[in-house]
């Protein structure tokens, strides 16, 4: 059985300074997450296949995802154009423009991360949760407008600036991480709890994707959006009215300045006792590598999948991406919980990351449908390494720091998986006509590289004692 120094934390209590929340009162997190990732899901299958069919409808394509798979090669078309040719051409203009749909909100969201983070520590992570949820609130009123009135698909913009400046989804990730860091002790518990938290997210994101996938093919995406909106509404009502404040908010009465929401970074400058800073930044690394190969790549893998050879329509492709992402992060809790009894966490994530990287080499040369579901079962342990490595940064700062550290992991993360969209959708639309496997042989020697650098900090880990008294806090 493995010792339990991963129990031990690595700043005293002293050293603690904020008076923290009472870890006895349970805090309805998962609960929050529910109602959120039940919105937040739902809409980005809306997002992504309303894109794809108006694309298809101006080269004279109806019914382009909702194609059955003996039709794939031949959609329902007036033009005169080579059937293939065609697909290929709005697979081509798809993928650029929910490539830069994405990288549009992904990247705006960075800095205002960075604000909030440091917010979240002074002024509470209620407020970050209310900010970030107005954000996605107003985001589907605008798609509504544009839905019921077929506006122009460049409209879908705003909604996304407006996502973004006020947080997006990574500032609400990073919200949760930090209230489930307030409410929980460093260690193996603060792990698994953020694997709860993070699985839950998942588990709800695969449900609603896959009931969604089932109302767009056979209703519409109006109807779909007014319930996505009520589900926000809720969202922002149950925060207020049932979530506490967990945060020590250390330091209210400062002023605000720029110098203060860059301390997020201070973590990975400032030299620091016991290699914390290059753990940390061996740890940064980790999670933005992995979630630019992992999460960066959901529109590519849709667009894979519904052109031949796999030819899948979207209901297939719905219900397979709510299985993966249920299998892996039931798999993960499991794993987690299981594995933290007999070893460290840093074993753990090599685990996950071999997983993940040996999941996406195979996904590059799956021209089979048996193919695509030994890619799930090859990853079923990949989705491990991103609430290990969180719990694992997580130890190492003090209670008043852990809003600033989850929004230098959000910031860095969601900067990351912008820049590997743009290259994975621009890799997919150059190589669509001859190979299109090849954007996730691109993805697989990314996570060999993390698995390089999970193995470094897996050697540290083991040569340092891990049983720290006590770290200096970085003022």
Same mark, same amino acid.
């Given at each position: 059985?493995?010792?339990?120094?991963?129990?031990?934390?690595?700043?005293?209590?002293?050293?603690?300074?904020?008076?923290?929340?009472?870890?006895?009162?349970?805090?309805?997190?998962?609960?929050?997450?529910?109602?959120?990732?039940?919105?937040?899901?739902?809409?980005?299958?809306?997002?992504?296949?309303?894109?794809?069919?108006?694309?298809?409808?101006?080269?004279?394509?109806?019914?382009?995802?909702?194609?059955?798979?003996?039709?794939?090669?031949?959609?329902?078309?007036?033009?005169?154009?080579?059937?293939?040719?065609?697909?290929?051409?709005?697979?081509?203009?798809?993928?650029?423009?929910?490539?830069?749909?994405?990288?549009?909100?992904?990247?705006?969201?960075?800095?205002?991360? =960075?604000?909030?983070?440091?917010?979240?520590?002074?002024?509470?992570?209620?407020?970050?949760?209310?900010?970030? &949820?107005?954000?996605?609130?107003?985001?589907?009123?605008?798609?509504?407008?544009?839905?019921?009135?077929?506006?122009?698909?460049?409209? &879908?913009?705003?909604?996304?600036?407006?996502?973004?400046?006020?947080?997006?989804?990574?500032?609400?990730?990073?919200?949760?991480?930090?209230?489930?860091?307030?409410?929980?002790?460093?260690?193996?518990?603060?792990?698994?709890?953020?694997?709860?938290?993070?699985?839950?997210?998942?588990?709800?994101?695969?449900?609603?994707?896959?009931?969604?996938?089932?109302?767009?093919?056979?209703?519409?995406?109006?109807?779909?959006?007014?319930?996505?909106?009520?589900?926000?509404?809720?969202?922002?009502?149950?925060?207020?009215?049932?979530?506490?404040?967990?945060?020590?908010?250390?330091?209210?009465?400062?002023?605000?300045?720029?110098?203060?929401?860059?301390?997020?970074?201070?973590?990975?400058?400032?030299?620091?006792?016991?290699?914390?800073?290059?753990?940390?930044?061996?740890?940064?690394?980790?999670?933005?590598?992995?979630?630019?190969?992992?999460?960066?790549?959901?529109?590519?893998?849709?667009?894979?999948?519904?052109?031949?050879?796999?030819?899948?329509?979207?209901?297939?492709?719905?219900?397979?991406?709510?299985?993966?992402?249920?299998?892996?992060?039931?798999?993960?809790?499991?794993?987690?919980?299981?594995?933290?009894?007999?070893?460290?966490?840093?074993?753990? =994530?090599?685990?996950?990351?071999?997983?993940?990287?040996?999941?996406?080499?195979?996904?590059?040369?799956?021209?089979?449908?048996?193919?695509?579901?030994?890619?799930?079962?090859?990853?079923?342990?990949?989705?491990? =390494?991103?609430?290990?490595?969180?719990?694992?940064?997580?130890?190492?700062?003090?209670?008043?720091?852990?809003?600033?550290?989850?929004?230098?992991?959000?910031?860095?993360? &969601?900067?990351?998986?912008?820049?590997?969209?743009?290259?994975?959708?621009?890799?997919?639309?150059?190589?669509?006509?001859?190979?299109?496997?090849?954007?996730?042989?691109?993805?697989?020697?990314?996570?060999?590289?993390? &698995?390089?650098?999970?193995?470094?900090?897996?050697?540290?880990?083991?040569?340092?004692?891990?049983?720290?008294?006590?770290?200096?806090?970085?003022?």
């Amino acid at each position: 059985m493995a010792t339990d120094d991963t129990t031990t934390p690595l700043l005293n209590p002293s050293a603690r300074g904020a008076k923290r929340f009472k870890l006895s009162k349970w805090t309805p997190i998962e609960i929050l997450v529910v109602l959120y990732f039940l919105a937040a899901s739902c809409l980005w299958p809306v997002q992504q296949y309303y894109a794809i069919t108006v694309i298809a409808e101006k080269h004279n394509v109806s019914n382009f995802i909702n194609h059955e798979e003996k039709s794939c090669h031949s959609p329902s078309t007036n033009s005169s154009n080579n059937p293939k040719i065609l697909v290929d051409k709005i697979e081509k203009e798809s993928s650029q423009f929910l490539m830069y749909l994405g990288f549009c909100g992904t990247f705006l969201s960075v800095i205002p991360i =960075l604000c909030l983070g440091s917010i979240s520590d002074r002024l509470g992570r209620k407020f970050v949760l209310c900010f970030c &949820l107005a954000g996605l609130l107003l985001k589907e009123i605008i798609y509504l407008v544009v839905i019921h009135f077929h506006l122009s698909l460049y409209i &879908l913009y705003l909604a996304q600036v407006i996502e973004g400046l006020t947080g997006g989804f990574g500032g609400m990730l990073m919200a949760l991480f930090g209230m489930t860091a307030d409410v929980t002790e460093p260690g193996k518990n603060r792990a698994f709890r953020l694997s709860v938290v993070e699985g839950t997210a998942s588990i709800t994101y695969s449900l609603a994707t896959l009931g969604m996938g089932y109302w767009i093919k056979y209703g519409n995406f109006y109807f779909p959006l007014i319930f996505i909106s009520v589900m926000t509404i809720l969202t922002i009502a149950f925060c207020v009215l049932f979530i506490p404040e967990t945060s020590p908010m250390q330091g209210r009465n400062e002023t605000f300045s720029l110098v203060y929401f860059f301390k997020c970074f201070r973590f990975y400058v400032l030299p620091s006792p016991e290699g914390r800073r290059r753990k940390l930044t061996a740890s940064l690394f980790i999670l933005a590598l992995s979630g630019a190969a992992i999460l960066g790549r959901s529109s590519t893998l849709t667009l894979y999948l519904l052109k031949s050879p796999i030819c899948w329509n979207e209901v297939k492709v719905q219900i397979f991406t709510s299985v993966q992402t249920f299998a892996n992060w039931v798999a993960a809790m499991v794993v987690v919980r299981i594995l933290h009894v007999f070893t460290q966490d840093y074993v753990i =994530l090599v685990i996950g990351t071999l997983s993940a990287a040996s999941a996406s080499l195979l996904l590059a040369f799956a021209t089979k449908d048996w193919l695509v579901y030994l890619f799930v079962i090859v990853g079923i342990c990949s989705a491990t =390494l991103f609430p290990t490595v969180r719990a694992m940064m997580s130890r190492q700062c003090t209670a008043a720091e852990q809003g600033s550290l989850f929004a230098s992991v959000a910031s860095v993360e &969601l900067l990351f998986t912008a820049f590997a969209q743009l290259t994975y959708g621009g890799v997919y639309k150059a190589s669509v006509s001859f190979y299109p496997g090849l954007v996730f042989l691109i993805m697989g020697g990314v996570l060999f590289i993390v &698995l390089i650098i999970s193995l470094t900090l897996f050697r540290w880990m083991r040569k340092e004692n891990l049983n720290i008294q006590t770290w200096q806090v970085i003022n």
